[in-house]
């Protein structure tokens, strides 16, 4: 079988450095914000390019707290993308405001910058973009719309760890940014695991708080916090990916260009990559009209294929009535018609080839 991500074979070449430092962590019995806790935020600030970066539970307890800390409460409306895991929209919702979703860019699959400010109301207070698949976003006339209309931006980068735009990493240029460390992820912890990043002193002090009962000094609490620390085991592992991160994106974008290559002359759309930012193939994301057929004879074949983001969340059960009149052409035809290939840093080229003859045979 070829899955979609190949982790046991990312293990084999950490396998030593991670069990000495999980070895090392259990002997010291610093199990909750401990050292490598400490030691990874400061690896991603630094890496990053940020002021801050605070190690949480997950990605969606990320973009939870970032959007407490940047003040967005209820009655807010929040402009987001459809085309994305519902995490982007829970996290707006958990802080009692409203998800406004509004159209991607086609070719791109990012929230399209026109369709936000068509969408901006006296209650907008904030947008969310998300990097998805892992390339950015249209961060300068985001940010332009942002600054021009006094709103918030905090970026879910939960796909796009290590992807840089206009010099800058994602999540370093808006008023916070979202990771996920799901296994799963460019950067996966071996659990769950998520990071807040920011440049604001003030916001970054306050996430500190909320992922720990809301307390600075211990059994003393300020305001109301939550359970949502990144575990100093998932710490560890971080921390050695870390180091390996660049070689990582830079393998996966060789196996995205590889199978663009190959495909090139084939009835289906491969990933556009629009120059601006450096995209990371979090998935390597295709368009076909003859879907089913090529998931067919994937399957046939043992290769692993998936759906990102098969139904849109204005079209799910839990958004669909106050959704109802929403339509997103280019959402809903993208995800009608979008498949995503196995990718990680280990695809090589062999298996890459044998992936695409599979698809050929479908196709032509
Ligand atoms: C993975 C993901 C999340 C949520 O991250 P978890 O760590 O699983 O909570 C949020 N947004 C996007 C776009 C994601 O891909």
Known sequence: MIPMVNLKAQYAEIKDEVEQGLAETIANCSFILGPNVQAFEQECADYLGVKHAIGVASGTDALHLALIAEGIGPGDEVITTAF??????????????????VDIDPKTFNISPEAIEQAITPNTKAVMPVHLFGQPADMARITAICSQH?????????????????????????DAGGYSFFPSK???????????????DAAAETIKMLRNHGSKVRYYHDIIGY???????????????????????????????????????????TPFEDGVG??????????????DEVMKALQENRIASAIYYPVPLHRQNVFKDECAGV??????????????????????????????????????
């Open 186 to 200: 460019n950067l996966g912890a071996y659990g769950d695991g998520g990071l807040v990043v920011t440049n604001s």
């Open 84 to 101: 994305t895991f519902i995490a982007t929209a829970e996290a707006i919702r958990y802080v009692g405001a409203k998800p406004v979703f």
């Open 278 to 291: 450096e995209h990371v193939y979090h998935q390597y994301t295709l368009l076909c009209d003859r879907r």
């Open 227 to 269: 359970n949502s620390r990144l575990d100093e085991m998932q710490a560890v592992i971080l921390r050695a990916k870390l180091k390996r991160i660049d070689r990582y994106n830079g393998a996966r974008r060789r196996a995205a260009h590889r199978y663009s290559e190959l495909m090139a002359d084939l009835p289906l759309t």
């Open 327 to 364: 339509s997103l052409p280019n959402t809903e035809k993208v995800a009608a018609t979008c498949l995503s290939l196995p990718i990680c840093s280990e695809l090589d080229d062999r298996t890459i080839e044998s992936i695409v003859k599979v698809i050929r045979a479908a196709l032509v």
């Open 150 to 174: 006094n709103l918030k931006l905090i970026e879910d980068c939960c796909q796009s760890f290590g992807a840089s735009i206009g010099g800058r990493q994602t999540g370093a240029i808006g």
